[in-house]
């Protein structure tokens, strides 16, 4: 799924997903709202077989030059990654990236050699190189036919390397967004004054479901929230009313889905900011706002 800020149209209007269940009398944060763009450009996801046809891919030569490009994936087989690019001109890439147990974000610079290969470098404390990825876009039609999205531009897999000890981790990356902003406060458009207070809410917010400490997430949600169970709204009014259902709405499933975002880089539109793949929504103070289950 693909997502990019539309037009604002009511920021304090609770939030749907496509693909999991909202509250109602919501506005649709829609899956379409990146069509446009998506025809002009969709980047990055799943491992790439060494028989797949590399792809000519240009981000600052299809209109998205100084626009925020994040993808998700992994690095290595159990560490989620989210990774925020901004392409300029001449091939040249700011980037930042974060994973799930990150407490900040991590500065990169690099650029996009032959159209093909993308190079990034990681520094220090000390301004220092410290680590790189290297990946290579390639073409994977039947990803393409699926998603109906254009053929370039549409994957990438390489190589994350520690350039201390020369350990070399592999990693596999997908479009998730593309959006205007600044790359340093990605937050603003939904009203955030401080990107941090956001991360260590979002943070907070997924260790309490993780650690199962229901004190934790009761507090830390907008109350009244709309739930659906079962094919039917329910208003939570107030702590203790979630507590009541906190079973029957943080499933097994939707608990990994929780545990499975990344707490930093968010998407965020005019009306909040959201964790993964929408499974949660937060406002611009950090308390939650929605709640999508699958």
């Given at each position: 799924?693909?997502?990019?800020?539309?037009?604002?149209?009511?920021?304090?209007?609770?939030?749907?997903?496509?693909?999991?269940?909202?509250?109602?009398?919501?506005?649709?944060?829609?899956?379409?709202?990146?069509?446009?763009?998506?025809?002009?450009?969709?980047?990055?996801?799943?491992?790439?077989?060494?028989?797949?046809?590399?792809?000519?891919?240009?981000?600052?030569?299809?209109?998205?030059?100084?626009?925020?490009?994040t993808?998700?994936g992994?690095?290595?087989?159990?560490?989620?990654?989210?990774?925020?690019?901004?392409?300029?001109?001449?091939?040249?890439?700011?980037g930042?990236?974060?994973?799930?147990?990150?407490?900040?974000?991590?500065?990169?610079?690099?650029?996009?050699?032959?159209?093909?290969?993308l190079?990034?470098?990681?520094?220090?404390?000390?301004?220092m190189?410290?680590a790189?990825?290297?990946g290579?876009?390639?073409?994977?039609?039947?990803?393409?036919?699926?998603?109906?999205?254009?053929?370039s531009?549409?994957?990438?897999?390489?190589?994350?390397?520690?350039?201390?000890?020369?350990?070399?981790?592999?990693?596999?990356?997908?479009?998730?967004?593309?959006?205007?902003?600044?790359?340093?406060?990605?937050?603003?458009?939904?009203?955030?004054?401080?990107?941090?207070?956001?991360?260590?809410?979002?943070?907070?917010?997924?260790?309490?479901?993780?650690?199962?400490?229901?004190?934790?997430?009761?507090?830390?949600?907008?109350?009244?929230?709309?739930?659906?169970?079962?094919g039917?709204?329910?208003?939570?009014?107030?702590?203790?009313?979630?507590?009541?259902?906190?079973?029957?709405?943080?499933?097994?499933?939707?608990v990994?889905?929780i545990?499975?975002?990344?707490?930093?880089?968010?998407?965020?539109?005019?009306?909040?900011?959201?964790?993964?793949?929408?499974?949660?929504?937060?406002?611009?103070?950090?308390?939650?706002?929605a709640?999508?289950?699958?």
């Amino acid at each position: 799924m693909i997502f990019a800020a539309p037009d604002a149209h009511g920021v304090r209007a609770p939030l749907k997903i496509s693909r999991r269940v909202s509250p109602p009398r919501t506005p649709r944060v829609a899956r379409r709202v990146i069509v446009a763009s998506l025809g002009a450009l969709t980047l990055l996801f799943a491992a790439l077989a060494p028989s797949m046809a590399r792809a000519d891919c240009d981000p600052a030569g299809r209109d998205v030059a100084n626009r925020l490009m994040t993808y998700t994936g992994q690095l290595g087989e159990r560490n989620p990654l989210r990774l925020v690019l901004r392409p300029s001109s001449g091939g040249k890439l700011e980037g930042r990236y974060a994973n799930a147990s990150s407490l900040g974000d991590t500065y990169l610079t690099g650029k996009l050699e032959n159209k093909s290969r993308l190079h990034l470098t990681e520094f220090d404390a000390g301004g220092m190189p410290r680590a790189t990825f290297d990946g290579e876009f390639a073409a994977n039609d039947d990803v393409n036919r699926q998603r109906g999205a254009s053929s370039s531009c549409e994957i990438i897999s390489g190589q994350w390397k520690d350039l201390r000890n020369g350990r070399s981790v592999p990693f596999e990356l997908a479009l998730a967004s593309i959006q205007s902003g600044k790359i340093d406060h990605l937050y603003d458009v939904a009203g955030v004054s401080d990107d941090e207070t956001l991360n260590r809410a979002a943070t907070q917010f997924r260790k309490g479901v993780l650690d199962d400490r229901r004190d934790v997430v009761a507090q830390l949600i907008r109350y009244p929230l709309h739930v659906t169970l079962h094919g039917k709204t329910l208003m939570l009014r107030n702590p203790k009313s979630l507590l009541a259902r906190y079973n029957e709405i943080f499933t097994d499933g939707y608990v990994r889905t929780i545990g499975a975002a990344v707490p930093r880089l968010m998407f965020a539109r005019d009306q909040g900011v959201m964790l993964g793949d929408g499974a949660v929504w937060f406002d611009a103070s950090g308390r939650v706002i929605a709640l999508n289950r699958s």
